[in-house]
């Protein structure tokens, strides 16, 4: 059975930083590609960072020099560190998981957590 289990969201004033983890089980992590998609109120899920099997990266435009995505397959785990953050990043975060290269479409991913919110005010 596999398992995502996201840590680390909260509240956050705008400036501030946030680190999410997202710890996989059932799976064989080092051959995943993982992402983080967020979905704020009235949107759609967006990718917002994603980190492919072999360590390639991907962010969203909004994101780039912010956000860094980063993954330690020792501990089967996925990171996105969350710095300068902004009203705008409001939203609930998901962590993925599909097999090797990162996908933009949500409905490529066969995994996914339990998300968590992240609120950053002004």
């Known amino acids: 059975q596999v398992q995502l289990v996201e840590s680390g969201g909260g509240l956050v004033q705008a400036g501030g930083s946030l680190r999410h983890s997202c710890a996989a089980s059932g799976l064989t992590f080092g051959s995943y590609a993982m992402a983080w998609y967020r979905q704020a109120p009235g949107k759609e899920r967006e990718l917002v960072a994603g980190?492919?099997?072999?360590?390639?990266?991907y962010y969203a435009d909004s994101v780039k020099g912010r956000f860094t995505i980063s993954r330690d397959n020792a501990k089967n785990t996925v990171y996105l560190q969350m710095n300068s953050l902004k009203p705008e990043d409001t939203a609930v975060y998901y962590c993925?998981?599909?097999?090797?290269?990162?996908?933009?479409?949500?409905?490529?991913?066969?995994?996914w957590g339990q998300g968590t919110q992240v609120t950053v005010s002004s």
């Open positions: 993925a998981a599909r097999l090797r290269v990162i996908s933009i479409a949500p409905n490529e991913y066969a995994y």
């Open positions: 980190i492919s099997s072999g360590g390639s990266t």
